[in-house]
């Protein structure tokens, strides 16, 4: 709750109205059987103009308690969006000022369910909490006073039916929120499945795991079927158990009435006042029912957006303007280790990249190099040893400084849906056609870029799953050159490009970034070659270092490398 206090606070007049709305609500429910029972001892009395006069009230009560509810509905639903939508864009912009670590700890899927399952429980009760939480306790007491002050000797029957009925209330609403956690649970299993299935559709089709992926899918959506089907079976019984114990309880009080009639002729008028305040009493009971099954599953969401909320980057920047760094690189004694790994993947590094120079990293699958590419752009931090950008700590750098500086161009190029120039622009605001078509021109992008209708208002679709690999990374490298950076990091970003573009592309970017430190990681040893200098490792250790005539010279792993890739490419030629 005091996560959602402060939200309420912007809608201060929303609630207002919504509260005096239910306040006539509920004034008209409870005047109405009042009313009514006047009106039946009119009618036993023979009295018109009471009948009349009364009859009148009646109906406006009525008009007057409608038109409660609707406003009430109206005002509710105001708040409920707007704190919901209030607290979504807080929980994206606090998601996005997350360290990478610390929203792969938490799992990118997870994440998606907080901001959309979550809020909406949240909406929900905060719309049902405005329609109902003034409502059933004035509802309730106003009705439990009117009904004994009608039948005082039937108190009884009235606090009977409440015992009963609080009790199967508290058992439901016990067995419910253990069912509403596994809900949650069994939800983000679902996503995650979907995601990955979905992400990864065309392995899933190239390697014929349909039906596999069909099987797992439907295993976690059947588990999600059954805990929601649990919670239905529990609806189902609550509200027949209900009604069947205020059926009893007013069973019971009429045959007492029936009893006494001949004595007591003014009962008759009376006992049609006291069912309709057992029923309002029945009818606050179960709201407040509703609102708790509703409330602790809410609970359960309200939780888990504070856990998003409360927690603290795990990397903080520090402030100043954005300032313009040289592009040298220092890696001074860095040792790292991925959270929750036991064993470092990088072990002190040391290592001098001179601004402007090019450095090639090569190595085996799993050797550290994108690790250590990663730590560059500070993507995570070293536990050991320092990283230097210009003669500073990356830790000591503001974080516009360091992303104006470093351009980061993975493999897996991520292209956000909107148009190739919105893409180019989120880098560099103020690019124009001419800084776009010569960024795509050292990308070797501009050749399709320009054949497509509307070239750089080209839409970019969901995933860019309208280019093809080749295209993705050269738009990719497009993006990564345009704000000439200082440091360009291509880690394994031309593997889909074949030879020639490759070598255009390294080409241009010796032409156009003269001053720029270059970083390659690269399978192949020709995308290297002409480095100023090249590093081999193996195991998060610098194992060979120099240039690619040096390490042919000194290095039996950069020589098992080149010697592999020679012979398959003789072998191709044959
Ligand atoms: N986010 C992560 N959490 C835990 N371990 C990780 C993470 N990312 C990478 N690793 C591990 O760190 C090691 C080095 O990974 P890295 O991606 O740096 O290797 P690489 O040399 O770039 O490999 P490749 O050539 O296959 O891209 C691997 O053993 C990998 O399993």
């Known amino acids: 709750m005091k996560t959602l206090m402060p939200y309420f606070k912007r809608y201060r007049v929303d609630i207002w109205v919504a509260t005096i ?64 939508t209030d607290l979504r864009a807080d929980l994206y912009a606090k998601v996005q000022s997350l360290a990478y670590a610390d929203v792969e700890k938490f799992a990118p899927s997870n994440l998606v369910v907080r901001m959309t399952n979550d809020i909406n429980q949240v909406q929900q009760i905060v719309m049902a909490g405005f329609q109902q939480i003034t409502r059933i306790p004035l509802l309730f007491v106003g009705a439990l006073i009117l009904a004994v002050m009608t039948m005082p000797e039937q108190w009884w029957i009235i606090v009977v039916m409440m015992v009963v009925i609080i009790l199967v209330t508290l058992v439901a609403v016990r067995r419910m929120t253990t069912y509403f956690a596994q809900t949650q649970e069994d939800i983000e299993q679902v996503n995650t499945l979907a995601r990955e299935n979905l992400m990864g559709i065309r392995v899933v089709k190239s390697f014929v795991q349909e039906k596999n992926e069909i099987k797992k899918f439907s295993n976690a959506s059947d588990e999600l079927t059954n805990v929601t089907a649990k919670i239905g079976y529990w609806f189902a019984v609550l509200m027949p158990a209900f009604f069947l114990i205020a059926n009893v309880a007013m069973g019971v009080s009429v045959y007492i009435v029936g009893q006494n009639i001949t004595t007591h002729p003014s009962y008759l008028a009376a006992i049609t006042s006291f069912i309709s305040y057992l029923m309002q009493i029945l009818f606050a009971v179960i709201n407040g029912g509703f609102l708790m099954t509703f409330a602790s599953r809410a609970v359960i969401s309200i939780g888990r957006i504070n856990e998003v909320m409360t927690t603290t980057p795990s990397m903080t920047y520090a ?108 880098v560099k605001p103020d690019a124009e056609a001419q800084h776009m078509a010569w960024a795509a021109d050292i990308a070797q992008a501009a050749e399709f870029i320009d054949q497509l209708p509307q070239t750089y208002d080209a839409p970019v679709e969901e995933r860019s799953q309208n280019f093809s690999g080749g295209q993705k990374q050269r738009l990719s ?34 032409r156009e970034l003269k001053t720029t430190t270059t970083i390659v990681i690269a399978e192949k040893i020709a995308s290297i070659i002409r480095a100023d200098q090249i590093i081999v490792l193996d195991d998060g250790q610098i194992v060979g270092h120099g240039t690619h005539h040096d390490l042919l010279k000194t290095s039996t792993v950069y020589q098992m490398i080149y010697q592999t890739q020679k012979a398959r490419e003789e072998g191709l030629n044959d």
């Open 477 to 510: 490298i497009t993006r990564g050159v345009i704000a000439n950076p200082e440091i360009l990091i291509l880690d394994d970003a031309t593997s889909a490009l074949d030879a020639r573009s490759e070598k255009l592309v390294q080409e241009a970017l010796d």
């Open 21 to 84: 709305a239910v306040l006539l609500l509920v004034f008209a429910t409870l005047w109405q059987p009042r009313l009514l029972q006047t009106i039946m001892e009119a009618i036993i009395k023979n009295d018109q103009a009471t009948v009349l006069r009364e009859g009148l009230l009646l109906l406006v009560l009525a008009v007057l308690g409608i038109i409660g509810g609707i406003v009430n509905t109206i005002y509710s639903a105001r708040v409920a969006l707007g704190v919901a």
């Open 319 to 426: 402030d100043g303007p954005v300032e313009q760094i040289l592009g040298d690189i220092q890696f001074d004694h860095v040792t790292f280790t991925y959270p929750g790994d036991d064993q470092p993947t990088l072990k002190d590094v040391t290592l001098t990249i001179p601004a402007g120079s090019m450095l090639g990293i090569v190595g085996a699958t799993g050797s550290g190099k994108t690790t250590l590419a990663q730590l560059i752009a500070r993507l995570y931090d070293p536990d050991e040893g320092r990283v230097l950008i210009g003669g500073v700590d990356v830790r000591e750098l503001p974080e516009k400084t360091l992303r104006k500086t470093v351009a980061y161009v993975l493999q897996r190029s991520t292209l956000f849906s909107g148009t190739i120039a919105e893409n180019l622009r989120q």
